[in-house]
């Protein structure tokens, strides 16, 4: 562990601005959104109410859960448990994954091994920063909590529970990071794990299958229960795996050489074989998209598994409402729900796309492009060779998605396909911003392209609970995608084809800006 402070010490110096902004926004939005439901549910009859027809809508239970308390603390804890887990986990998973593999990958914890730096202090210095970040925002989210009338009790534990979801998926990425030598895989396996238990804990809840929400780190911070009965014991639940899969994560980490992974790059051949840089191009990209289809796969699996019989098991009246509210008089109910869970899952398409998007800058830090750029390889035509798979990756991974939910649900496969698809422009935009900022802030780009995306998913949750709309709704792309599946547009074609140009737009500026910078090997 020697020099492990020192590296605390770096690692805070690097990401002093995204870690302080994570923190702020992360604490400060309890309290806003329980004042925004005093505010808008004055009484606990309106409350009930909420909680009522939240509880009759099936995407509610998939993204949150059932509400276990229509307190204001309740109905706080119901919105942004899960939420916030799964945005932490997403900000622990890229913090763990550029601090050991990322500097492994680059080189430069090769040079910092040289000194009197102990073996385990990288990995060590990481985990402290990460799990420090975690529970610092949760117990920062505390007092103004207590602040808006909360019991501080309940508010701790609310605290304590978010930051132990960041725990779980800083210790997952912990173990990802000495599976294989490249930090895109690496993060791309941790990504897919956290997408595959973030949908078991939504389908459930919203399939019946409640015992199945133990199984996963976020069914253990809503199952803490804060403001309705407040089950510390959950937390050590939590602990013990965050420590199991830490000690896991040391353990590995000895048994392989730095730079290296556990699983090892099989040689090339002795004479190149690769067509150009699309060949080159394909190789590199072809593990990532592979296991991300076979993640998403099992989505669609399980959604279309969840989805069967609801039309029957959920015709009541609120639901029959609801349908008929969202999607017209026709409309079914399983329809509705496969609509607002794909709406969810479409972004996680897009945090898969990035990782695609973003291959290429992992390629300019490491400094394999300037090599790969010293022949008669054009700058266009390798960023092209890589944004090719960013446009074509997503494209792959929705139409899995739907195919299988399509096919496990037994309804028009084809049609679900469709209504999947119809989320594909929205998921280019997020990729033409990343290739723009590849093409002007190439340092910074990785970093800020993920703060787009989880801007995104904040304003979706906002416009929620009418904290955001307006021009800033409008921001997001997904917001103009229509419900192909309710006939959400007379014709679906206009939005869909302007979300297309403005991804063009920025893909081709990016591509321009690329051409003309120079390189800028380290991050």
């Known amino acids: 562990m020697t020099g492990t402070w020192t590296l605390i010490r770096l690692i805070l110096r690097r990401d002093r601005v995204p870690l302080l902004v994570w923190i702020a926004i992360s604490a400060a ?17 309106a409350r009930d109410s909420f909680a009522a027809a939240s509880m ?15 307190s204001v603390g309740g109905l706080t804890a119901w919105t942004l448990g899960s939420s916030l887990a799964l945005v932490g986990g997403l900000v622990s998973v890229l913090m763990m994954i550029r601090h050991t593999r990322g500097e492994e990958e680059t080189g430069r914890r090769e040079l910092l091994a040289s000194g009197v730096v102990g073996r385990h202090a990288p990995l060590a210095a990481a985990l402290a920063v990460v799990l420090t970040a975690n529970l610092l925002l949760g117990l920062l989210a505390v007092p103004a ?21 960041g725990w779980a998926f800083t210790a997952v990425a912990a173990v990802t990071a000495q599976l294989t030598a490249g930090s895109a895989a690496a993060r791309g396996i941790a990504l897919a794990a956290g997408g595959l238990l973030f949908a078991l ?8 299958v409640a015992w199945a929400a133990w199984l996963t780190p976020f069914g253990w911070v809503r199952l803490t229960m804060p403001y ?19 000690a896991a994560a040391f353990a590995l980490s000895t048994r392989r050489d730095v730079a290296g992974g556990l699983v090892s790059a099989r040689p090339g051949p002795a004479t190149g074989t690769l067509p150009g840089a699309f060949g080159l191009a394909a190789r590199l990209h072809r593990g990532t998209l592979a296991g991300f289809a076979i993640g998403f796969g099992l989505m669609g699996v399980l959604l279309g598994v969840a989805a069967r019989g609801l039309d029957t098991q959920l015709d009541t009246p609120q639901f029959r409402e609801l349908a008929a509210t969202v999607g017209g008089a026709d409309a079914r109910i399983s329809e509705v729900f496969f609509t607002f869970v794909m ?35 054009g700058r266009l035509r390798w960023g092209l060779s890589h944004l090719v798979f960013a446009v074509a990756g997503p494209a792959v991974l929705l139409t899995v998605l739907g195919a299988a939910a399509g096919l496990s649900y037994g309804g028009d496969t084809v ?61 997001s792309p997904f917001v103009h995608v229509p419900a192909m599946l309710l006939g959400g547009a007379a014709s679906p074609a206009p939005p869909l084809l302007g979300l297309t140009a403005v991804a063009a737009a920025l893909a081709g500026a990016g591509m321009w800006f690329l051409r003309r910078r120079d390189l800028a090997p380290s991050a």
Do not use: H, M
């Open 228 to 246: 309705a009965g407040d089950r510390w014991w959950v937390l050590g639940l939590i602990a013990v795996f965050v420590a199991a899969v830490a």
């Open 415 to 475: 049609r679900v396909i469709v209504a999947t698809l119809a989320y594909l422009p929205a998921v280019w935009t997020v990729v033409g911003i990343a290739t723009l900022l590849f093409g002007v802030l190439p340092r910074q780009a990785t970093a800020v392209s993920w703060t787009v995306l989880g801007l995104v998913l904040l304003v979706d949750l906002l416009a929620e609970f009418k904290l955001a709309g307006g021009l800033v709704l409008e921001l």
């Open 201 to 208: 804990r939504s389908l459930a809840d919203a399939g019946g």
């Open 56 to 70: 009759s809508n099936p995407a509610q239970l998939a993204t949150r859960g059932p509400i276990y308390d229509a």
């Open 29 to 45: 939005l309890p309290a806003a959104i329980a004042s925004s439901t005093t505010a808008l549910y004055p009484d606990q009859a």
């Open 145 to 165: 909590l207590v602040g808006n009338g909360l019991p501080a009790g309940s508010s701790l534990l609310f605290g304590l529970s978010v930051a132990a979801g």
């Open 343 to 377: 709406y969810v899952f479409s972004q996680l398409v897009a945090a898969a796309a990035l990782v695609s998007a973003l291959r290429a800058r992992g390629e300019e830090a490491a400094g394999r492009a300037e090599l790969l750029l010293s022949t008669p390889v």
